[in-house]
């Protein structure tokens, strides 16, 4: 039987990065995407089912789960990567802010991590569902406080879907600080970041993948969170 993969909104950057190395490492791959990058022509290419999918409501969220229960009988893992960086600031709308943060990073992998269990434990070997959260789970964020209290709801998820899935799933989260810069990210934005870590780099989606790797590969760590965050809690 063969075991896929799935990634949700694996069109650019860090998804895009962790798709392109779980297909060299040989892995089938099921990907979400919103846009249609130029880059999902290629993946498609390499041989991964790529689904278009905006998370507006609950119907878009109940569609994508269909269609990747038509495209598999089983997966390896989940890597829930889909993520928006709204504020407060861009509008006065702040229900629908919140509900919008609620729905990406809450919802849709609650959702979808309860209607894939049965995919998940399909096979004898062990699953792995990655949730990839923030460091701001931590401290919070004035700027981003539905992007965080959202992000926070997913980090208290993987403690609680491990505990449900184990021994045949482990359930853990990566939380992120800084990893690359947006493309329109100032040069004073982008010197005023870099300070905030110890390690005061931009270290690109290795850090990710290297992360990645070692849940991948671990029989032990489950409900756990890994912080790669260049050591920013102790500025
Ligand atoms: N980059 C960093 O430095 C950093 C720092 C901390 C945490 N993280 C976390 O790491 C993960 C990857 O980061 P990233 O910077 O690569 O993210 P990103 O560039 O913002 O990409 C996220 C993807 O999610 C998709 N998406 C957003 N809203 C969606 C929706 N409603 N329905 C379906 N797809 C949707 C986007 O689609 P479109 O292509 O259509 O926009 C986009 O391709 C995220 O979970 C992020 O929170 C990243």
Not at 199 to 208: A, D, F, L, T, V
Request: aromatic share 6%; glycine share 4%; net charge positive.
């Amino acid at each position: 039987m063969t075991s896929h993969i799935l990634i949700t909104g694996a069109g650019q950057r860090i998804g895009l990065a962790i798709a392109h190395h779980l297909l060299l490492q040989g892995h089938k791959l099921i990907l979400s995407y919103r846009t249609r990058h130029t880059e999902i022509s290629k993946l498609e290419h390499l041989g991964a089912t790529c689904i278009q999918a905006d998370f507006i409501d609950d119907a878009s969220i109940s569609h994508f789960i269909k269609q990747v229960n038509q495209h598999t009988s089983s997966l390896r893992g989940i890597i829930h990567n889909a993520s928006s960086w709204d504020c407060e600031n861009n509008t006065l709308d702040f229900a629908a802010l919140f509900d919008d943060m609620m729905r990406i990073h809450a919802k849709v992998p609650y959702l979808i991590n309860l209607a894939c269990t049965k995919l998940l434990t399909a096979n004898n070997n062990v699953a792995d569902v990655i949730h990839l959260t923030d460091y701001v789970v931590e401290k919070g964020s004035p700027k981003h406080i539905a992007y965080a209290a959202s992000k926070a709801a997913l980090d208290n998820m993987t403690k609680s879907f491990a505990s449900q899935l184990a021994p045949k799933v482990k359930v853990n989260a990566i939380a992120p600080s800084l990893i690359i810069f947006n493309q329109d990210d100032s040069k004073e934005y982008k010197a005023k970041t870099l300070k905030k870590s110890l390690m005061e780099i931009e270290p690109g989606s290795k850090e990710i993948l290297n992360c990645l790797d070692m849940l991948l590969t671990s029989s032990y760590i489950t409900g756990r969170t890994i912080q790669v965050d260049g050591g920013r809690h102790l500025k």
